[in-house]
C-alpha cells in the first residue's frame, strides 16, 4: 500500500489549504492530533471560543474570505476585549452538502489574510461533514502577563464609561442587508454593510485597556445588553446619556428618517467595539492612548453605586427597551 | 430596568446549568467574554479540537448524557495521547430546533460527570441556535513539561508498535446499532454497542505514553490508517502481524460469523484507542508501567525503514483493504 493511497480526501485537502497557515512550529504543520504553545514566564493565556452558523450570524451566500474572517474577528474582539494579544487559533469545521472545493480554498484564503493581519497563527483544527448549515467555530488563545486578564468585573463608581468607534451600524446593516433603504446614499449605505459584514476588532487598543480600564468587555450583543452585564459582574449601575453615544452619520441619517431605529442601534449586537470602564484619574491617559493606538473612543458615562444599567435622555428621562439584549439563542 | 431584566434566556440557562461546571477560578463562573489560566513554570499547553454532529457522529436519539460524554471523550483521548494531563475545556454548542431544555439539563449532567472524573473543568465556551442538527465543538487545553508532547513524528526503525485495549470494537458496535446481530449473546452485543456509544480515553496510560514512546497517536479514524498517517510523518514504514491486534471476545465471535468483519474492525475507526511506538530498549519498561496504570497494551509490530504501514497475514501476505482509513468527510 502505497502511502499516499492511505491519505483520505480530508487529509489531502486540509495539508493542500489549511497547513500553509500553520506556520507556528508547534502547529507541527497540522499532522498531529494537537498543537503543542509554549507560554513564556510570567503569562497567563486567555482562552475564548465564538461560533458562526450560515443563516445566523452570516448569510450563505457571502464570500467564503469574509465569512473566514468574521468567524476570526469575532475571537480577535474577545481577545482585545480582555487586553490581550492574540497568540493563536484553532478552527472546527462543520462542512454542509453544498459546500465545495472553491468554498473551502476562498474560506483557507480569508483565514491565511486575517492570520497574518493580526499575527496569530492557525494551530490546528477539524472537519466534519454536517447534513446541516456550514458552522465555524474558533477558539482562540491569547495571553497577558499573569493577573492582568482585564474582566467585566472590576468596574467601581465614578468609573468612566467608553465605548470604541461607533455603536448600531452592523445591526442597521444588517436591516439594510433585508432591504431598509432610509434614503441612505451610497457611501452611508456601504458603510453599514461592510460594518455587519465585516467586525473590526479593536486589537490595537488592547495595551491601553490593559493599563487603564477597571472593566472591559467586546459589544456584541448590543450596548444596552452589554453594559448591564458588566455592571452585573462588577456589582455596580452605570448611566449613559444617550445623546453621547457615538452613531455614524449613517446611523444618523437611519434615525433621522426613523426614530424607532435609535433603539436598534443601541440593541442590536454586532458591534465589535469596546466597552470599558476607566478609574476617573486614569481618563486622561486611556484618551491618549487611545488617539496613540489610532482608535476613537467616547466616554457615554459613568459608573454609579446600585445596580442596572440606566441609558438617559436629553431631558433625563430613564429609556426602555422592547429587547434589551440581542441574542440568537 | 431591573438587572435580572436585561439578561437573556441564553446568560439565564448558561448561568443555571453550566456556570455550576465551572469551578476553576480562571473560568470566572462564565461570565465573562474569555477564561485565563496560568500554567505551572516550565508547562507547554497541548490544545486540541473535536466536534461531533447528530446524524453524524452519534445517533440524535442517544441519551443526552452520554453525547455530553462522547464530546469530551474524543477529546481525552487526543490529549492522552500526547503524554498530556487535561487542563480545562470550552464548548462551542449549536443547538437544533428541537433541543429542549430537558436535554440540555441531561447534556450539562453528562458535562459535569466526565470533568469530574477526568478532573478538567469547563473554562467557557459559546451557544448558538441552529436550524440544522445539534454540533458540539469541544477545545480542550492539556499540558505537558517543556517540549515533552509526543507525536505522531518521531517512530524509528525497529522501534515496537503498541496499541492499548482492543481494536474494532466501536465500529463493530456501529454495525449492530444498525441491526447487524451475528448471532452475538447479549453480552457480547452489549460490548460492543458500549464501545461505539462511549469512548473510554486511556488518559491514565498518559505518564508512561511520555515516559517510554517515541511517537503516538489516538486510533480515531481506524487502525490502519492512522498508523499509516504516523508512518508518513515519522518518514518510517511499519509492519504489523494481522494475527496480534489484540480483539475482545464479541469482536472475535463477529469474524467467525463473517471474515470480511476484520477488515472493518482495522479500519472502521471510533476506537479511541493509543497506538503507539516504543524502542526496543523501552518496551519492557512501556509494558509494566501500563501494568501499574491497568491499561492492557499489546505489541502488534514493528517500524521498519521505508514507507507505508504493512498489515501482514499468518502466511506473510501483505494485505490490502478497500478503504483504508474512516473519514466522516
Same mark, same amino acid.
Not at 96 to 100: H, L
Not at 267 to 272: I, N, Q, S
Given at each position: 500500500m502505497a502511502s499516499d493511497d492511505t491519505r483520505s480526501a480530508e487529509d489531502r485537502l486540509i495539508a493542500e489549504l489549511f497547513a500553509p497557515l500553520?506556520?507556528?512550529? $508547534? +502547529? %507541527? $504543520? %497540522?499532522?498531529?492530533?494537537a498543537a503543542f504553545l509554549t507560554p513564556g514566564p510570567g503569562t497567563d493565556l486567555v482562552l475564548t471560543t465564538d461560533a458562526v452558523v450560515a443563516g445566523v450570524?452570516?448569510?450563505? +451566500? !457571502?464570500?467564503a474570505h469574509d465569512i473566514a474572517k468574521k468567524a476570526l474577528r469575532v475571537n480577535f474582539s474577545d481577545i482585545a476585549a480582555k487586553g490581550a494579544t492574540p497568540r493563536g487559533f484553532l478552527v472546527s469545521l462543520a462542512i +454542509?452538502?453544498?459546500? !465545495?472545493v472553491d468554498w473551502l480554498r476562498g474560506f483557507a484564503d480569508g483565514l491565511r489574510a486575517d492570520s497574518e493581519m493580526y499575527n496569530c497563527p492557525l494551530l490546528g483544527g477539524d472537519t466534519d461533514r454536517t447534513p446541516g448549515p456550514l458552522a465555524i467555530s474558533v477558539f482562540m488563545v491569547g495571553s497577558v502577563p499573569n493577573g492582568a486578564m482585564v474582566r467585566r468585573a472590576g468596574a467601581k463608581p465614578r468609573d468612566r464609561i467608553f465605548v470604541t468607534g461607533t455603536i448600531g451600524d452592523a445591526s442597521l446593516g444588517l436591516q439594510s442587508r433585508k432591504g431598509a433603504t432610509w434614503r441612505l446614499d451610497h457611501t452611508q449605505r456601504d458603510h453599514l454593510l461592510s460594518r455587519y459584514l465585516l467586525p473590526r476588532p479593536r486589537t490595537v487598543l488592547a495595551d491601553a485597556i490593559r493599563t487603564h480600564a477597571s472593566a472591559a468587555m467586546d459589544v456584541s450583543d448590543g450596548l444596552v445588553g452589554d453594559l448591564a452585564k458588566l455592571c452585573r459582574v462588577s456589582g455596580i449601575g452605570g448611566i449613559v446619556e =444617550?445623546?453621547? =453615544?457615538p452613531l455614524s452619520d449613517a446611523a444618523r441619517a437611519v434615525i433621522a428618517v426613523d426614530p424607532a431605529m435609535r433603539d436598534l442601534a443601541l440593541? $442590536?449586537? !454586532? !458591534?465589535?467595539e469596546i466597552l470599558c470602564t476607566v478609574p476617573p484619574d486614569r481618563a486622561a491617559s486611556f484618551r491618549a492612548a487611545a488617539q496613540t493606538a489610532g482608535v476613537d473612543v467616547t466616554e457615554i458615562g459613568e459608573v454609579a453605586s446600585g445596580e442596572g444599567a440606566r441609558f438617559v435622555d436629553e431631558a433625563g428621562r430613564v429609556l426602555t427597551f422592547k429587547q434589551a439584549s440581542f441574542s440568537h439563542f
Open positions: 500553520a506556520m507556528h512550529p $508547534g +502547529a %507541527l $504543520g %497540522l499532522t498531529d492530533d450570524h452570516f448569510f450563505p +451566500a !457571502d464570500d +454542509a452538502p453544498d459546500t !465545495d =444617550v445623546a453621547r =453615544v440593541t $442590536g449586537g !454586532d !458591534d465589535y
